[in-house]
């Protein structure tokens, strides 16, 4: 928050935040600098900028729906892959070249994943950002922003570890979710993150090296949050870790044969006027019989599961790191469909790792056609400085890769559109998450097998359980009519 008069990159002007809106404070008036926060990746990555969003609301600071309206631009990175890194990079040099060239006080930042891997180091090569900000220190956001703003730093670079950091990305926006809001601004569903980082090291991946070691935050916690939400109106939560089936491991003992994630779903699930949960990323070797069995006695865990494979080959698999078989993983999903029929089984996969061949990419289309996924995320190898998969030998020509993912998309896609198919003519419970993206006079829910449906509501029913018949399919999007017997 900037105050009139006050310090800072206004301060030669006495106010130089020309978006920002003027609001009173008693005798006081108040400048408020607009923020525009653009996100790449995952899940977690938007759960961050979530938290971000809500802590500057908390400072005053109003939300700006684009980049040429706001007085500070966030970019909240992933570095998953080369082509985020390079977006965001481009991006940035753009902003850098058209916004501050317009308007000089402009406050460009760099947050998450890829300025934690880079650090300073990112500066050299994008010389106009002034905050950098790593994945253990979103919650310093609003400080940092403050001290620039007031000019008592010129730029500030914080991407060190931070003992704690994995219980303060709580706070969610808009602030409906868990208090003050308006109505319509209520979501019906939302992301708790649950945990920090990564141990288990795939050689592919440079997950543990941006978010740390595994940290969990205490099940009170969580549950205190999942109850702030539920009585802001969410009816499902979706609990966020990296691999969430790793949940508490070192916090928490197991007690009666439970581990520390099934004893988090077990009290989740107490929460009164929460009607589904979620869960995203597990690792299929995190599917004991306690998880599996979880999914016969909790009315409330949904009937889906996000299970990455990354591969159908046992060789590639070991050269992975992911400490899973071809077998162990079908044994999973086995036991999964068992306890739950209408199991809707989503996955990850990757072409091209080094040294795949022919034959371990069939394993992986064999794979695909032994499960039958309902939906799959494909992404072609991309090396990450520093994993060692990005020095093993036999990496694949960038064709080749492109030629895999065709085929294995083909595969997936023609798999997901007939299991759609198959719904047609069923009833199916749906939670009603709002106006249809490209219809507004349709409502929007999902099945929970997760699948999106789409249907005449005749009024907003944002939040209401409701039973469709499903009259048909397209691509990944069921249509169903109301209350029809
Ligand atoms: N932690 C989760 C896991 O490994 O089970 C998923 C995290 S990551 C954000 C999502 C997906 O990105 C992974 O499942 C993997 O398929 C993909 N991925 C990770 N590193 C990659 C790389 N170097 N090249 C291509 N895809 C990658």
């Not at 000019?151 to 950091?165: L, N, P, Q, T, Y």
Request: proline fraction near 4%; charged fraction near 30%; charge should be positive.
């Amino acid at each position: 928050m900037v105050r009139e008069g006050g310090a800072g990159r206004g301060r030669d002007e006495g106010i130089a935040y020309g978006n920002g809106k003027r609001g009173t404070d008693k005798s006081k008036l108040i400048i408020v600098p607009s923020v525009y926060i653009k996100t790449y990746g995952c899940q977690m990555n938007e759960r961050d900028s979530e938290a971000v969003a809500a802590q500057l609301a908390a400072r005053g600071y109003s939300l700006a729906a684009s980049e040429g309206a706001a007085d500070v631009i966030l970019l909240n990175t992933c570095s998953v892959r080369d082509m985020a890194e390079r977006k965001a990079i481009g991006k940035m040099q753009s902003l850098a070249a058209k916004v501050r060239r317009q308007r000089p006080k402009v406050v460009l930042g760099v947050l998450g994943c890829m300025a934690q891997s880079r650090g300073a180091r990112l500066l050299e090569q994008l010389p106009d950002v002034d905050l950098v900000i790593g994945t253990q220190k979103f919650h310093r956001t609003a400080d940092y922003l403050e001290e620039i703003l007031a000019g008592k730093r010129d730029r500030i670079v914080d991407v060190e570890a931070e003992a704690g950091s994995e219980g303060t990305i709580k706070e969610h926006w808009p602030p409906g979710h868990g208090g003050a809001g308006g109505a319509a601004a209520r979501p019906v569903t939302a992301f708790v993150s649950i945990m920090q980082g990564c141990n288990q090291y795939c050689t592919f991946c440079i997950v543990p090296y941006t978010r740390g070691e595994e940290r969990s935050r205490t099940i009170a916690d969580i549950v205190a949050e999942c109850r702030q939400l539920v009585e802001g109106g969410v009816r499902e939560i979706t609990l966020l870790g990296q691999i969430v089936t790793s949940y508490g491991k070192r916090e928490i003992p197991a007690r009666n044969g439970k581990s520390g994630f099934v004893q988090l779903l077990e009290a989740v699930h107490e929460v009164e006027g929460l009607e589904r949960i979620r869960f995203t990323s597990p690792h299929p070797k995190g599917y004991g019989d306690d998880l599996v069995e979880a999914y016969g006695r909790l009315p409330k865990l949904c009937e889906s599961a996000h299970l990455p494979a990354q591969s159908g080959s046992d060789r590639i698999l070991k050269l992975m790191h992911r400490g899973c078989t071809r077998e162990r993983f079908l044994g999973v999903v086995e036991k999964l469909r068992r306890v739950q029929p209408r199991m809707g089984i989503t996955t990850d996969i990757i072409v091209g790792f080094p040294g795949e061949t022919e034959e371990d990419f069939e394993e992986t289309l064999a794979l695909a056609r032994e499960v039958e996924f309902d939906n799959g995320y494909l992404f072609k190898y991309s090396p990450r400085q520093d994993t060692p998969a990005a020095a093993l030998p036999g990496q694949v020509p960038q064709d080749v890769k492109e030629e895999r993912n065709a085929r294995l998309l083909a595969l997936v896609n023609e798999i997901s559109g007939r299991r759609y198919g198959e719904r047609v003519g069923e009833r199916m419970e749906v939670l009603v998450e709002g106006p249809s993206r490209r219809n507004a006079a349709r409502q929007m829910g999902r099945t929970r097998c997760n699948r999106i449906v789409v249907f005449e509501g005749g009024k907003d029913r944002r939040g209401e359980l409701v039973e469709l018949k499903i009259e048909r399919a397209g691509s990944f999007t069921l249509y169903g009519i109301l209350n029809s017997k």
